[in-house]
């Protein structure tokens, strides 16, 4: 027995050793591409020494004599930290995903070989300026001396993932940061989902009147009434199989409701306490670890810029300098148009055009799947764009048999100077420079919100189609590709777009919200990304007479949803304080209870209350219950509460109280019937997940910030490790937005809100602050991976400082890149 348990302990103590062995190994080799930031790069690309000094929270502040060399050392800062992220993103924009990621991400890649928008990068580099061409291209060997850096010196492959996804890293060029531009215009599009949902839901429903309902004109004038899309394009199939584009992690394109979103304000001197102008952005995007955003100071001839950065571009897309700060918000503008093509019945190589029928221009590609042979795809395009098929964007569901669809689209343009004026508003010295610098700006679209010592504005910055005033849909519906009156004719002029200099009141800002009412087709958008949150903004900012940077904050940070606060009263108008005396433990004493918190409630979406939690169930369960008969498996479209849709139904405006009735039953329901009912759902979704204790409930344990890695972050083990999950308050509708997932078993999950907040005081310059949702670094072994995450969290920052003393003072490191 005693030999028994000596071989059982030698062997239970081998086991223990082997384990602890194998784990030092691989942390060993994770641990070498840890960059190390206090050393000394012999390069032959710069021309004078460049010094990248790191403050504490690993912000790079770089120091050169030249322009050139600042962006080499941008490049090279952007690859110690996130030389993954870029890769991955430069492989998604070339669609060569499935070359590492096998099959999973075939139908990703198809979709962007399609669309060309690697192709439209490499010929967007001949449109480029001088200075953009230079500074690209300095950038890009910076990229590479940190590529050649890792394969010398065996520094684990530039990340640990290379190390699980083993594939060669191609050289950075300057295409590589165009095509990464214009992918960032795929994650913020979303008139595409929204034109082919429209039609969808007009072919669904049996009242035609009822569109506006469902999918409602934000208020305001100019929108004239439009045919039903059964007339535009006869004979549509009811349901088509269609891809799942969207759910993988690594998808470009975004889910309806996650096209893109922001906050972007400004104060002139005389609204501001100190006498200079104040701004704040926090631009939304989906959640990732590491964050998108990249936090970085350049010192450029023209003085010091400071701000968040996109790794792969090399540009502070927001932020500031001495004299002038920059801020953006998704614009919405009207920027895709789905074409219906007719294909020629005697010749599927040509479809019909205004003169007759023409070919389609055709090429072939070959798309390489790890462990599977490679795909050989072709491709086709019309005079209206890219053909995409029936399975992509559900395009499917509203192409008739016979035709396909192409898409019109502003980012593919083959000569893209979106980079040009990116690079060129660094170098601005006040407003109508930084509004002239943008003209070479086409897509994405943005509202760019510009300080200077003594004035505030907003332009509309990126390409407005021209449409014809004839045009059948607006560019609502999908549309005749033959027609001419349905195709775009050129860009609009750029002193069209709307702009906004300082104003009367001192006071302007975006939150996505509808900025101008110009009848078709000067009408920017018929869709927009909010109509909630700027009114609390506007009450926010109109309620002091002036305001200082912790008063911007305090806007940043809000948390309060002016959608509960209208929303509750109409929808629980006959059921407050109505219930009788009811026993403990009944359907009817919890629907009691939790009325009786929300009629006490100020709607502040706040993390450690229940009340949030028991209004997001209930809207949810509202809606579905409004429309579920009545669009059947389309409802699973709407993911988010609609709220206008919602008012809209409990105001009965024109007659929207009809959605209350369901269809199928010989009752007729009304609206305090499904009210009471939807009530009742969510509280039995409540109870089965997270218990029947009202009182012990926390939107923050639904309400969760998910910062996932894209690829490792459904990993068992590895989960553990990379990906950073947090208690957040806000939501869909707050100034603080947390957008929420609306599927699955977390609907409230927070999935998309402000990887970057930054604030700024040009009275006093370096009192402004920043931070983004993550960390610095992109590597899961570094202390630098999470530690802003708990300040962003918390709705604290970091600060904003050009001063170089201030930097070195707090320096972690300092790299220097000799000649």
Known sequence: MTRIFKWLFRLTTATFILIFAFGALVYYFASRSLPDYDKELQTGYVSAPVEIVRNNANVPHIFGETDPDVFFALGYAHAQDRLWQMTTMRRTAQGRLSEVFGAQTLDIDKLLRRLGIYTLAVSSVESLSERSRVLMTAYANGVNARISEVNEESLGRGAPEMFIFNAPIAPWRVADSISIQKLMSLQLAGHLDEEVLRARVSLALSDETRLKDILPDHPGKGVADLPEFAQLVPGVPKYVQTADLKSHPLSPFPERGLAGASNAWAAAPARSASGGTLMANDPHLGLTAPAIWYLARLELSSGGVIGGTIPGIPAILTGRSAQLGWGLTSAYVDDQDVFIEEINPNNPDQYLGPNGYQDFVTRKTIIKVSEQEPITLTLRWTDNGPVLPASNFDLGTVTPKGHVAAVSWTVLSPADTSMNAAIDLMFAQDVREAIRNSEAFLAPAQNLTLVDSDTIAMKVIGALPRRSARHQSQGRLPSLGSKVENRWQG????????????????????????????????????????????????????????????????????????????LLPLVAADLWFTAGTTAQGTQERQRKEALDLLANWNGEMNEHLPEPLIYAAWMRALQDRLAKDELGPLISEFKHVEPLFIERVFRDVDGASAWCDVIQSAPVETCTDVARMALDDAIIWINERYGDNFESLRWGDAHQATHDHPVLGEVPLLRTFVNIRQSTSGGDNTLQRGRTSGEGDDPFHNVHAAGYRGVYDFADPDSSVFIISTGQSGHPLSRYYDDLAQLWRRGEYIPMSLDEGLARAAAVGVTTLLP
């Open 491 to 566: 860009r609009l002029p750029y002193s069209s777009n709307p702009e906004f200099v300082a104003p009367v009141g001192g006071i302007l800002g975006n939150t996505n919200n509808k900025t101008v009412d110009r009848a078709f087709p000067l009408h920017v958008s018929f869709v927009w990304g909010d109509s909630q949150r700027v009114q609390r903004w506007q009450r926010l900012m109109q309620g002091r007479a002036v305001h200082t940077r912790d008063s911007f904050i305090e806007a940043q940070l809000d948390t309060v949803s002016v959608t509960a606060r209208s």
